[in-house]
């Protein structure tokens, strides 16, 4: 009998600057077209990761969905975000990840 071990789940990872993300990571900054566009600073962690997943959780964004899914899926995301806190990279992962477009 043949043991499989686990898939690794993509990840979120810490990186300041494109250039410090781990080779194979996708770096996601301000300049990154998955950047929230309607990123707020002061808001908290949990409220900006709420806002972005309804921002793309409406119908008019299915094609949106569809990218990201085939940019992002099986792909370790690196941000600036504090690793302890919650991010829009959460959301980033849960779509690209999920068996949506499957």
Not at 11 to 25: C, H, I, M, W, Y
Request: charged share 25%; hydrophobic share 35%; with cysteine.
């Amino acid at each position: 009998m043949t043991i499989q071990s686990p898939i690794a789940r993509p990840r979120r990872l810490f990186a300041l600057t494109e250039s410090d993300a781990p080779k194979g990571a996708v770096f996601i900054g301000p300049k990154s077209k998955w950047w929230p566009k309607q990123h707020n600073p002061s808001s908290t962690p949990a409220y900006a990761r709420e806002t972005y997943r309804q921002s793309l959780a409406v119908p008019c964004k299915w094609r949106e969905r569809i990218e990201l899914c085939t940019e992002l899926r099986g792909k370790d995301i690196a941000s600036a975000c504090p690793i302890d806190q919650s991010s829009f990279v959460d959301v980033l992962l849960d779509i690209a990840n999920s068996d949506e477009f499957g």
